[in-house]
């Protein structure tokens, strides 16, 4: 697995989250990279992005809530998550932008419930 997410877990609504994803070197300074999120019974969708030069995106439903940032130094992309909904809840997984079918790892569960 040459990218790793991690940092999910139970939190009730209106709480925060930072989630890290650990990518090998080659990767990290090669590509854009993503954070996604897959609810069961539905496509896996790109949550946020960042490039190489920090320029960032992220979707409509989590503008001004989650925040996608990198550290070169520790090849580590974090999306920090606040003011979290229910509707967040879902497995959450990192990948190049756009997404490479080999990059693919296990991903990290995020709940949020009370």
């Known amino acids: 697995v040459q990218l790793q997410a991690s940092g999910g877990g139970l939190v009730q609504p209106g709480g925060s989250l930072r989630l890290s994803c650990a990518a090998s070197?080659?990767?990290?300074?090669?590509?854009?990279i993503g954070w996604y999120r897959q609810v069961p019974g539905k496509q896996r969708e790109l949550v946020a992005s960042i490039t190489r030069r920090s320029i960032t995106y992220s979707v409509d439903s989590v503008k001004g809530r989650f925040t996608i940032s990198r550290d070169n130094a520790k090849n580590t992309v974090y999306l920090q998550m606040n003011s979290l909904k229910p509707e967040d809840t879902a497995v959450y997984y990192c990948n190049a932008y756009p997404p490479q079918h080999n990059y693919w790892g296990q991903g990290t569960q995020v709940t949020v419930s009370s």
């Open positions: 070197g080659s990767i990290f300074s090669s590509n854009a």
